[in-house]
């Protein structure tokens, strides 16, 4: 038997890395109440369908498809008139919203 050409070794390399970076279901849940409950919330500023969040400030977050170093960044720095959550939010905390947001709007990788 021959040996596979790189490309195709390379895309299945590529699927296998983001398989390992796929949220678990109880994580994008706790992710989704974050998102809904931190004071001040994501949702009163952020649209995200997935949340049922219409806010009117921020970006609509289901046309901006951020991923999931673009969350975090925000969240731990703030962005705009948005405050950073990095003394409200725990790092895993952090993770489970970046994740929720970029599972729920398509982002890759999530």
Known sequence: MGRLP????AAWLAWLAGTSQAADPAEIVRGKLLFTTLQP?????HTLRAAGTEGQIGP???????DVERVLRALRNGIGVMPS??????????????RFVAHATGAAPY
């Open 41 to 45: 919330a994501c949702a009163t500023c």
């Open 6 to 9: 790189r490309a195709v070794v």
């Open 60 to 66: 609509v977050l289901d046309e901006l498809k951020p």
């Open 85 to 98: 959550y990095a003394e409200k939010l725990s790092p895993q905390d952090m993770q489970a919203v970046a």
